[in-house]
């Protein structure tokens, strides 16, 4: 949650705070003949504006925070692609870990692949960013006759996100797991790789 939205929040929460202790304040006072019906309805109106603003101030939070989570992207790489006679040179930039990885694949396209995961609505509306990892390159032929696969490993396939996509299902606070991959055509221009709440984004500079 940014700055911003938890300040109007915050904000809502004590503007609602103060409509409820005018309200009970005057009602006790009422009760205890200590006010007249007259300056209880004032302090009733009273509480009805500071409640309406306060309502409004969280509302204004909730819709910031949702469309903050909808609209989440995060950078987590870039790939340069240049076409050779036989070959695709890939040059890809591992902006989390801060490295670089050079080779070449063979296809019309170059395919980024990984295992996603996805909390639950809860966790991600309150902040939990995606649980991700990229594991290979591959290429990839447009022709369904063409079955040369050709890859280039990133990290291993580890035993851990096998098991969560077989019981990802099962696992609280865990909505869903499961393979991601997104392809491009190699044509000399620098791809940023982005991740959000649903997978890969390939996005040309």
Do not use: C
């Amino acid at each position: 949650m940014d700055k911003f939205t938890l300040i109007v929040g915050l904000i809502g929460t004590a503007l609602l705070v103060v409509s409820l202790v005018v309200v009970i304040t005057a009602f006790v006072n009422l009760v205890k003949k200590k006010t007249k019906l007259k300056k209880f309805f004032l302090s009733f109106i009273i509480f009805l504006i500071i409640f309406g603003f306060a309502t409004s101030f969280i509302y204004l939070s909730l819709f910031l925070q949702t469309f903050s989570r909808y609209t989440d992207e995060q950078k987590i790489g870039w790939v340069y692609a240049e076409e050779k006679t036989d070959t695709t040179k890939i040059t890809y930039y591992d902006g989390v870990n801060n490295r670089y990885h050079w080779f070449n694949i063979s296809g019309e396209q170059w395919m980024i692949q990984g295992y996603f995961l996805r909390w639950s609505l809860a966790l991600r509306w309150l902040g939990a960013g995606a649980y991700y990892r990229v594991t290979r390159f591959t290429g990839r032929w447009t022709d369904p006759e063409k079955q040369i696969m050709s890859v280039y490993q990133i990290h291993p396939e580890e035993k851990l996100w096998k098991f969560l996509l077989k019981h990802s299902g099962k696992i609280p606070f865990i909505d869903t797991a499961y393979g991601i991959g997104a392809f491009q055509y190699p044509n000399k221009d620098t791809v940023d790789i982005y991740i959000n709440d649903t997978g890969f984004i390939l996005r040309v500079r």
